[in-house]
């Protein structure tokens, strides 16, 4: 081990200027007077080491720079102290190792509190520093080469935890304390969720017993339920068998008197399908040429945002690329560096296996060498030896310095000869080994690619299945869902606005008289209360009061459509009406001034909702009336502001222009909005009824769908699967190829140096072999007659027996573990660093993937953008043509439809009076239908199955109105007949009343009826007298279903825990080891080393000390009781021992705590303030006879009894002239004991 040869300080501290301090021997001591500067050396050989400043009696860096101190005069203490805090300071320790080679460890700080440091005069980070000190088994972190004033009496004093956490710093055990911590909790909380799950399991076992016993009574109750419902059963199909039986007599004379009426309503339906194809064909016509007009307009407008949006994108193109180029000249960068990393890693492992199993021979032999024994020499015989050794020396002298040279040269060449030859080997080795993969990989890939294509084409052909399936049931499935949602709407409106409000006949034939005249001219628009809706329900009334009479006024395009209507009434009969031609109404000019006019008043054109064309008839209708909250905003408006102007309150209150105040009118009039709201929703229920109906026979059953799903799921995940495993393999082996052929070249390339290297190698071993034989001649002939002596063969075999060996070894184990220790700290740095790069070069491929992506998609976008440009232009331009051939086509059929209107009118009339016949005939069928509905309806409702030949029970309607929904188009009466005829000829549904006896059939008495019902009536009684719970079947399934999820539960948690506590014992065993390691170690030499500081001439035995533990399973988890007992006297507690004997007992601790992992160095400050001479003499006489080359002692001490067996002395006094410390040095080996 090396040693400190001097100290070189530039203003630290108290030492001004640049000092030299030194040189050290074995064991040296600082002495000087109180204030001096003594504990300021410790300071700043503590400082150049690295030890952290709070622990320096300092608060910051800045603090070790030299001030000066009081000056004799204050203006020059201004002036200096002004000058000195810019200066920096640093301290240099100037060690040497064993081979005599010098290494300088400077720490520097300067004004600003920031320190640096160098070794060899080069600049380097705290990491490469520490670990250069690390080499020299100086640990920083452990600092146990090192006892500051006060600390001896600190460990003396401590309690037994405080000396645990000593060791665990010590040992490193420390270190693994989060991770136990963390394992720990790990580990109880598995536990308790594994005897959790177990308690859960149990209880669910007894669950399952109980709806076992439950379940039988259920199967008994549901027996009886099926018989009462046979009978059910047997009682509806007597009664429908009977009705449909009437039905059908009925039937055969209804029809005979509809054929007679079919011939007239052909011939109108026929004149009317002409008009409507023709009136269809003109709509058609001018909706499609509106729609033209509007898609040049849409067309226009996605030109100017195509072009907008390209420009944006290209700048968009232009960014991403210049990125992904700078992104793939860093990736390239940094892959290079990741490479050259990696080698050195791979390097450095090798080296460290390679000093291990070195270091382990070395043991081996060292142990061997120590068990040898071999002749013992008198004082003479020694001396004689000597002589004849100096002899040999001179003799040989040119060869010994030749030898030594070749075998220092032999043994670094025979290191890298074995390297180079164990990594050829581990080439060869990898090379061999990654063939074979290649070979497995490769048919592996070609079996995954077969098992792809026969997966894809069932996977397709599934799909196909699918896609036919989904689009059936999906179509049918939304199709339902809309229509229901709109029924159950409309239902839920026609349920508050009491849809069961009676029309008046007169009503009903001025509704159906505008119905057709909006189906015979295309310029009749409607009543105006249809037109508009107010905005709020709250203004229904006070809108149908502005309206006034005008609120059934009929509102047309022209005058000559008014003029055909009211022509049309007169030759129907159908009454009268009012006409607002919207061409030619004169309608009051609005005054913008009344829509802020005052709060609470609003125009009432502003709060109703209307079409832009018809905002002439609405203005002509309501001029500049106001709708007003309350009469009190009414009055202000037209009494108090003086305004001539109609205002109307939300009651129905109306202040006329001339000032008069009328009220109660409108409130019949305000129901027109709700009487045709009614009317809208009625036909919309109707419809929709119709719709579901025939939406419920199209749905498909089964689980054809579910089963193909099922299958294209599985398909797929197998082929995902196979594209992952195909991919990872190809992944695989072109790693594999690729590494081989960097193996190939790189075992070419090895192998040329190693031959050389072992030509050079045996050319050295022979060379050495020659100079070996001279050297021994030549000791043979000196030795010769004092080996016959002392009876060995020769010379070596006796220095081989006794200490040549031994020691050779020692040095080279000490030599190997210093290498190892340099090796595995660069080994964890270099790791650190391949991390490091390994995550940027990952980062920088996600980045490079994302950007490139990006790019591909917005040039895909691009020229999809052009494509979608080019289409605009050109449909543009195709559409402009379409307009012109749609309007010349609209003209003509115009015309067309005019005639057909009138050849329609004279076919309705003749018809309406055929129909009045039927309807009477059919009234008494819909008596009979009605009664065979309810029987359906009763069992669909309550889910009786009678038996069917034909339909399900799902085709009956729960509705009246699904019967007739068709028969409220009361332009085309002859539909009614139709309906019904439908209902009574084409059932839906047919009943197989096969399970009927012949005397059923044949009487429908009602004794029969009687019977039936008092069987049920009895089955009914019996049943409610039971209670059984139906539901446990289905929940005896469910909790076997939780009974299989809790133990699978249990086991996870079982498995759970025991992975938790595998982890938890090999955190703790590490720690562990860690930790006994040192106190093994520490506890065997504590007796020895209080033996040796303690004993004296009249106590030879010295004292007895031993440290025991209070937990020997986990001993960092609890104290370590340390016991001293002084010579002659019995045991007693620390705390009760005298200053001078804690102080004795505190410094073997200390001792025996630095031979752990000893340091080159020991350095005390005044550990013997509390001693008496005896005991500072013990002390001194301890650090003598253990001080040499290998253990170097640096103590700064106040006692002569102490300071005078040193070999040297370095004195500290204080030079007032300067306001410095100054040193002396004194080396004492010149002078006697």
């Not at 055990?173 to 991770?179: A, I, M, N, R």
């Amino acid at each position: 081990m090396g040693r400190i040869i001097r100290l070189e300080l530039d203003n630290f501290k108290s030492y001004k200027g640049h000092q030299v301090i030194g040189p050290f021997h074995n064991f040296s001591c600082v002495i000087g007077p109180n204030g001096a500067g003594k504990s300021n050396l410790m300071d700043a050989i503590s400082f150049v080491l690295g030890v952290n400043s709070m622990q320096l009696r300092s608060q910051n860096l800045k603090d070790f720079i030299y001030r000066g101190g009081a000056m004799h005069d204050d203006q020059e203490a201004e002036g200096l102290s002004q000058r000195e805090t810019r200066r920096k300071a640093h301290v240099k320790i100037v060690y040497q190792e064993d081979g005599g080679r010098e290494i300088h460890f400077l720490r520097s700080v300067n004004s600003r509190g920031q320190s640096e440091y160098k070794i060899n005069d080069k600049v380097v980070l705290w990491t490469a520093y520490n670990a250069a000190l690390e080499k020299e088994n100086i640990l920083i972190r452990a600092r146990n080469f090192l006892v500051f004033q006060g600390d001896v009496e600190h460990v003396a004093s401590q309690s037994p935890k405080d000396l645990t956490l000593l060791i665990e710093h010590i040992s490193g055990s420390l270190e693994y304390k989060g991770d136990y911590d963390k394992l720990k909790i790990e580990q109880d909380r598995a536990i308790e969720n594994s005897a959790f799950s177990f308690n859960k399991k149990r209880g669910i076992n007894s669950e399952i017993k109980q709806y076992q016993e439950q379940k039988a009574e259920a199967e008994r109750y549901e027996q009886l339920g099926d018989d009462m419902k046979e009978q059910i059963v047997r009682f509806l199909l007597w009664k429908l068998f009977h009705v449909e039986k009437k039905i059908d007599d009925c039937e055969t004379e209804a029809e005979e008197k509809r054929v007679e009426i079919n011939t007239a309503y052909s011939d109108q339906s026929s004149v009317d399908e002409d008009f409507k194809t023709a009136r269809k064909q003109l709509a058609v016509l001018h909706r499609e040429r509106i729609k033209k007009e509007l898609s040049i307009k849409t067309s226009e407008k996605d030109l100017q945002h195509y072009r907008l949006n390209g420009i944006s994108l290209d700048e968009k193109i232009a960014h991403l690329t210049k990125k992904v180029q700078q992104t793939t000249e860093n990736h390239a960068r940094v892959a290079k560096d990741f490479e050259h990393q990696n080698t050195i890693v791979n390097g450095l492992e090798d080296d460290l296996t390679r000093l291990n199993a070195v270091l382990q021979e070395c043991n081996v032999k060292l142990q061997e060498s120590v068990s040898k024994s071999g002749p013992v020499l008198d004082a003479s015989q020694i001396e004689e030896y000597n002589a004849r050794k100096q002899q040999v020396s001179n003799q040989a002298v040119y060869e010994k310095h030749q030898l030594s040279n070749l075998q220092r040269q032999f043994k670094s060449n025979q290191e890298m000869t074995l390297r180079m030859e164990e990594k050829l080997t581990e080439l060869r080795d990898r090379q061999t080994h990654l063939g074979d993969d290649e070979q497995v990989l490769i048919q592996y890939g070609h079996d995954v690619e077969v098992q792809i294509s026969n997966t894809t084409k069932d996977l397709e052909v599934r799909k196909m299945e699918l896609e036919a399936l989904r689009n059936e049931q999906s179509q049918i499935l939304e199709k339902e869902q809309d229509l229901n949602d709109k029924l159950q709407e409309t239902l839920h409106r026609l349920m508050q606005a009491r849809i069961d409000k009676n029309e008046s006949e007169k009503e009903t034939r001025f509704k159906e008289c505008l119905q057709n005249l909006k189906q015979i001219y295309p310029g009749f628009h409607g009543r105006l209360a249809d037109l508009c809706k107010p905005t709020q329900r709250k203004y229904d009334l006070a809108i149908s009061i502005v309206l006034g009479r005008n609120i059934d006024a009929v509102v047309v395009d022209n005058e000559k459509t008014a003029m055909d209507c009211i022509q049309y009434m007169r030759d129907q009969r159908a009454g009268h009406a009012t006409f607002i031609p919207i061409d030619t109404i004169v309608a009051p000019v609005v005054e913008d001034r009344f829509r802020t006019f005052a709060k609470g008043a609003k125009l009432a054109v502003d709060v109703l909702e209307y079409e832009d064309q018809y905002e002439r008839a609405l203005m002509y209708a309501c001029g500049n009336a106001l709708v007003c909250d309350t009469l009190a905003i009414a009055k202000h408006i037209c009494y108090e502001r003086n305004q001539e102007v109609k205002a109307v309150t939300l009651d129905g209150t109306v202040i006329h222009k001339n000032g008069l105040i009328t009220g109660g009118e409108g409130v019949s009039a305000a129901k027109q909005w709700e009487e045709r709201e009614l009317e809208g929703l009625k036909q919309t229920r109707d419809n929709l009824l119709a719709q579901l109906n025939e939406l419920s026979k199209k749905k498909r059953r089964g689980s054809a769908e579910e089963n193909a799903r099922a299958e294209c799921e599985a398909l797929e995940t197998k082929l995902n699967f196979l594209h992952d495993e195909l991919k990872g393999t190809q992944n695989k082996l072109s790693g594999i190829r690729d590494e081989l052929t960097h193996l190939n070249n790189h075992i070419a390339t090895e192998d040329i140096p190693y031959q050389q290297a072992k030509d050079e190698l045996q050319r050295q071993h022979q060379t050495i072999a020659e100079l070996e034989d001279h050297i021994i001649r030549i000791e043979d002939e000196v030795f010769s007659d004092f080996c016959s002596r002392i009876q060995v063969a020769n010379i070596r075999e006796y220095e081989s027996s006794q200490v040549r060996g031994a020691q050779e070894l020692r040095e080279k184990q000490l030599n190997l573990t210093t290498q190892r220790s340099k090796v595995e700290n660069q080994l964890l740095f270099e790791r650190q660093q391949l991390e490091e790069l390994q995550q940027r070069f990952s980062r920088l491929e996600q980045t490079l993937a994302a950007d490139a992506s990006e790019i591909e998609s917005k040039n895909l976008e691009k020229d999809e953008y052009l494509g979608k440009l080019q289409k605009i232009q050109d449909n543009m331009t195709r559409v402009e043509n379409q307009v012109s051939e749609l309007k010349a086509k609209e003209e003509a059929q115009e015309k067309l439809v005019e005639e057909q209107r009138k050849s329609l009118s004279q076919k309705g009339q003749e018809v309406d009076k055929m129909m009045k016949v039927v309807t009477d005939m059919e009234t008494a069928i819909e008596k009979l239908h009605a009664e065979r509905m309810s029987i359906f309806r009763k069992c669909k409702l309550e889910e009786i199955n009678i038996p069917l030949n034909q339909g399900s029970m799902e085709d009956v309607p729960m509705d009246d109105s699904e019967n007739n929904s068709e028969a409220m188009d009361l332009d085309e009466p002859s539909q009614i007949s139709t309906q019904m005829s439908v209902l009574s000829s084409n059932w839906s549904i047919a009943v197989d009343y096969s399970a009927l006896s012949r005397n059923l059939k044949d009487n429908d008495d009602s004794s029969i009826e009687e019977e039936f019902q008092t069987t049920i009536r009895d089955l009914s009684e019996q049943l409610d007298k039971m209670a059984p719970n139906l539901k446990a079947v289905d929940r005896l399934e469910g909790v076997e279903n939780r009974l299989k999820d809790t133990e699978d539960q249990f086991e996870k948690a079982r498995k759970a825990a025991k992975r938790a506590k595998e982890k938890f014992n090999t955190v703790k065993q590490k720690r562990y080891n860690l930790f006994m390691d040192a106190y093994n170690h520490i506890s065997e030499k504590i007796d020895q080393v209080y033996k040796d500081l303690t004993k004296s001439a009249n106590h030879p035995l010295g004292g007895t000390a031993y440290l025991s533990l209070e937990d020997n399973e986990e001993p960092y988890l609890e104290g370590i009781r340390y016991h001293a007992m002084p010579p002659m006297k019995r045991f007693r507690d620390m705390e009760q021992l005298s200053g001078g004997e804690k102080t004795m007992a505190a410094l073997a601790l200390l001792f025996a705590i630095h031979s752990y992992h000893p340091s080159p160095f020991f350095v005390l400050d005044e550990v013997d303030a509390a001693l008496d001479n005896a005991n500072v003499s013990k002390i001194a006489t301890y650090i003598r006879e253990h001080s040499n080359d290998k253990f170097q002692f640096i103590v700064i001490s106040l006692k002569s009894m102490l300071y005078q067996k040193a070999e040297s002395l370095v004195g500290i006094y204080r030079d007032q002239e300067i306001n410095s410390s100054r040193v002396l040095t004194l080396s004492l080996d010149q002078y006697e004991d």
